[in-house]
């Protein structure tokens, strides 16, 4: 096995930053011939030239844009070791790029990110939400760090991702005051009720309409939403009943107001991280794995 020199490594890492041998040289204080020697064998290692030359200055081609990723994401990962490791001397961050898809309820993507914020007082969150096949390219960039989702990957073998659960749970039926007399009966009351539902793009979604067809019952629904923020502001005002994952069931029934009319286990929310690790090292992601399989689903 031929191992990377993590020296040369270095080397490539700050003239691609200077941009140029003789300003990297005068940062690592060593002779430029010394240099241009070391990135020589990077790519000999590598098997690809990773600068071009135009004119004085030093691109990258698309082979050394591709090195550069991985090296930032190499000695980024280097510091948040010895951060962790050694406690985070004033001034540093330990930053933590997270994907959140946009079909996970707020509260639940809450509850799963709080961990990560008391793995160190100086700790830098960034949250991105979207369409998980746009967070998983991002993944696969090394963009981000981890991605939360309701779904397990199912990308291509281009895309490098495992699946971690975090933990599973049940669905739990909320309804406003003037709609709390469909408890009784339910889940039959649910026939012909008033209701709000996930867009039919989503899992859960599927999994509502199966779990209605089993049971026999034909809710009326009078909206479908991307947002289940929205969705459950609209539940507040009395528009329908509507659904959410049972892990949140407290906080949904205190903050909109809302109260418990039902709830079933035949229906099974997941939750799971999303990483380019067959085993998670960032101390963030393995802060929320742990709290959730022991706490939160535990």
């Keep these: 096995m ?44 590598l098997g690809h030239k990773l600068f071009e030359r135009q004119g004085r200055r030093l691109v990258l081609t698309d082979v050394g844009r591709t090195v550069l990723r991985y090296a930032e994401d190499i000695f980024r ?13 004033s001034g540093q961050q330990l930053r933590f790029s997270v994907g959140v898809t946009d ?32 967070l998983l390219a991002s993944l696969a960039l090394h963009e ?33 005051p003037k709609l709390a007399s469909l408890s009784k009966g339910f ?22 309409d199966m779990w209605f067809g089993r049971q026999g019952v034909h809710p009326l629904v009078v909206g479908e939403f991307d947002d289940s923020a929205l969705l459950m502001a609209f539940g507040q005002r009395g528009h329908g009943v509507f659904p959410a994952p049972s892990v949140i069931e407290a906080e949904v029934s205190r903050q909109f ?32 794995a742990e709290t959730a399989r022991s706490r939160l689903f535990g």
Excluded: M
């Design 2 to 45: 031929s191992w990377l020199n993590y020296h040369h490594l270095l080397y490539f890492w700050t003239v691609a930053r200077a941009g140029s041998i003789a300003k990297a040289s005068q940062e690592l204080h060593l002779a430029q011939p010394t240099i241009s020697a070391q990135l020589k064998l990077l790519e000999e290692s």
């Design 187 to 208: 889940p039959r009351s649910l026939d012909a009720a008033p209701i709000l539902l996930p867009s039919e793009s989503s899992s859960d979604r599927r999994s509502l």
């Design 77 to 89: 990962l280097g510091n948040e070791l010895k951060n962790v490791v050694n406690g985070l001397p």
């Design 144 to 176: 981000l760090d981890a991605v939360l989702a309701d779904a397990p990957s199912a990308e291509p073998a281009s895309i490098r991702a495992f699946n971690h659960l975090l933990g599973k749970c049940g669905v739990s039926f909320f309804a406003a």
């Design 257 to 288: 107001n809302v109260s418990v009319i039902g709830r079933t286990d035949d229906i099974e929310t997941c939750f799971y991280a999303i990483s380019v690790e067959r085993r998670l090292r960032h101390p963030a992601v393995v802060a929320i």
């Design 103 to 134: 079909v996970i309820p707020k509260l639940v993507a809450e509850r799963l990110l709080q961990p990560a914020f008391d793995v160190s007082p100086d700790i830098r969150i960034t949250c991105r939400e979207g369409p998980l096949p746009q």
